[in-house]
């Protein structure tokens, strides 16, 4: 079936410097994405979504970047912190009938290590 | 602490045992998801519930599991004759009226 998968299963980058998560989706029918950011122990933590109707989305030091054509989802931190170190996963779904999303896929996460 | 609760955080059971997990979404929140995620993957969605209603469950991963919501509340799963490939950290999350899942911390399940 279709799902969702990232480029890189590590990713490594020094402390201060920005770094960027790539996840490529094969079901052209999504139009509700979403990067969680998992640390060891815990359960995914919500970081910054984007729906199909926009290519770009800032939060507070991420951005998220779509590229439908492609089908392309990118992850950007800039001035990586120690505290960013985790597994970040991209998960996509079809927006219900009811306007909500629901039964999310996840592609299998990058695991980001900053260097001090 | 007002987010998802899940317990126990830990669960070690022999193979053929029945296990039961429990979880506690955010106050309010209607919609309640069970996941399963085995090391160095993502989460995999196993079934949700809007309110006490089950929404969808064919992609529970055999007849040995089981989930319910009785008062709209607090969830339970159950996986009954555990094998030792139901190892796995099962995830608890809710929503609300946005679109955003919170996640519980999980069940890690070992089956020896």
């Known amino acids: 079936g279709e799902s969702v998968g990232l480029h890189l299963p590590t990713l490594s980058v020094q402390e201060g410097d920005n770094s960027i998560i790539n996840c490529a989706y094969s079901n052209s029918a999504s139009d509700y994405f979403i990067w969680y950011k998992q640390e060891s122990g815990k359960g995914p933590q919500f970081i910054i979504d984007i729906r199909s109707n926009m290519d770009k989305r800032q939060g507070q030091r991420v951005t998220v970047l779509l590229n439908k054509t492609v089908k392309h989802l990118s992850l950007q931190i800039a001035a990586t912190q120690p505290g960013d170190s985790a597994v970040y996963f991209c998960?996509?779904?079809?927006?219900?009938?009811?306007?909500?999303?629901?039964?999310?896929?996840f592609g299998k996460g990058t695991h980001l290590i900053i260097q001090p | 602490d007002t987010g998802v609760s899940q317990n126990p955080r830990h669960k070690i059971t022999k193979r053929g045992q029945n296990v039961t997990f429990r979880c506690d979404p955010i106050?309010?929140?209607?919609?309640l998801y069970w996941y399963r995620q085995t090391l160095g993957q993502g989460p995999e969605f196993l079934t949700y519930?809007?309110?006490?209603?089950?929404?969808?469950k064919s992609r529970l991963l055999s007849d040995r599991f089981s989930a319910e919501r009785p008062k709209g509340s607090f969830s339970t799963l159950e996986i009954q004759r555990t094998e030792q490939g139901d190892s796995a950290m099962y995830l608890c999350?809710?929503?609300?009226?946005?679109?955003?899942?919170?996640f519980g911390s999980g069940t890690q399940l070992s089956v020896l």
């Open positions: 999350a809710s929503r609300g009226t946005g679109e955003k899942l919170f």
């Open positions: 519930f809007q309110n006490e209603a089950q929404l969808e």
């Open positions: 998960a996509e779904n079809m927006m219900n009938s009811g306007g909500g999303a629901d039964g999310l896929t």
């Open positions: 106050s309010e929140h209607n919609r």
